[in-house]
T-cell receptor, first 116, second 113 residues
Framework: ETGVTQTPRHLVMGMTNKKSLKCEQH?????MYWYKQSAKKPLELMFVYSLEERVENNSVPSRFSPECPNSSHLFLHLHTLQPEDSALYLCASSQDRRFSGYYEQYFGPGTRLTVT | TQLLEQSPQFLSIQEGENLTVYCNSSSVFSSLQWYRQEPGEGPVLLVTVVTGGEVKKLKRLTFQFGDARKDSSLHITAAQPGDTGLYLCAGADPNNAGNMLTFGGGTRLMVKP
């Protein structure tokens, strides 16, 4: 595997379900991100982890819970979601900006989530 | 809060035509990236520009960073159907030591054969 991978690619869940999205990066990066992409809206940053420590949380509802067990893996745990949470969830990775003059984010293919 | 505005939002052209997409802000960025995203996939990084006035070429795509590092443009020569997709620009805040990028709203390009 190369780059950034995400599983599953598609997920349909009921409002009472609990599910998890998984992301894995094979680029040797030390920062990972979750984004939400809805139709007709710019990319929304949800969470940032650098060196496995959460450094940004943009007021995301508590029904979304991230987990970063190591620098290569990132999870997004979902529970009691709402239909408006249906979107493409993208994972990205980069080098931490503190260790590089500029940094580039590399994205996975995304998980298309539908909440019914 | 930094903002990036992209224009146009939508563009539909015939194969062989040229086009330019713009990414503008009132804020200065330390670097700016351009991505292309196809339906059902994640954004793919095309280029990063860092120096004011910098021009980078990627085959038929020409990227320019404004002298003041507040704006950027993407010019495509002789567009092909394979260029169809959502083009996103994203800038890094020089005053924020964190790892956040500010994304523009995107330009959705359709190239008809």
């Amino acid at each position: 595997e190369t780059g950034v991978t995400q599983t599953p690619r598609h997920l349909v869940m009921g409002m009472t379900n609990k599910k998890s999205l998984k992301c894995e990066q094979h680029l040797g990066h030390n920062a990972m991100y979750w984004y939400k992409q809805s139709a007709k809206k710019p990319l929304e940053l949800m969470f940032v982890y650098s060196l496995e420590e959460r450094v940004e949380n943009n007021s995301v509802p508590s029904r979304f819970s991230p987990e970063c067990p190591n620098s290569s893996h990132l999870f997004l745990h979902l529970h009691t979601l709402q239909p408006e949470d249906s979107a493409l969830y993208l994972c990205a990775s980069s080098q931490d900006r503190r260790f590089s003059g500029y940094y580039e984010q590399y994205f996975g293919p995304g998980t298309r989530l539908t909440v019914t | 809060t930094q903002l990036l505005e992209q224009s146009p939002q939508f563009l539909s052209i015939q194969e062989g035509e040229n086009l330019t997409v713009y990414c503008n802000s009132s804020s200065v960025f330390s670097s700016l990236q351009w991505y292309r995203q196809e339906p059902g996939e994640g954004p793919v990084l095309l280029v990063t520009v860092v120096t004011g006035g910098e021009v980078k070429k990627l085959k038929r795509l020409t990227f320019q960073f404004g002298d003041a590092r507040k704006d950027s443009s993407l010019h495509i020569t002789a567009a092909q159907p394979g260029d169809t997709g959502l083009y996103l620009c994203a800038g890094a805040d020089p005053n924020n030591a964190g790892n956040m990028l500010t994304f523009g709203g995107g330009t959705r390009l359709m190239v008809k054969p």
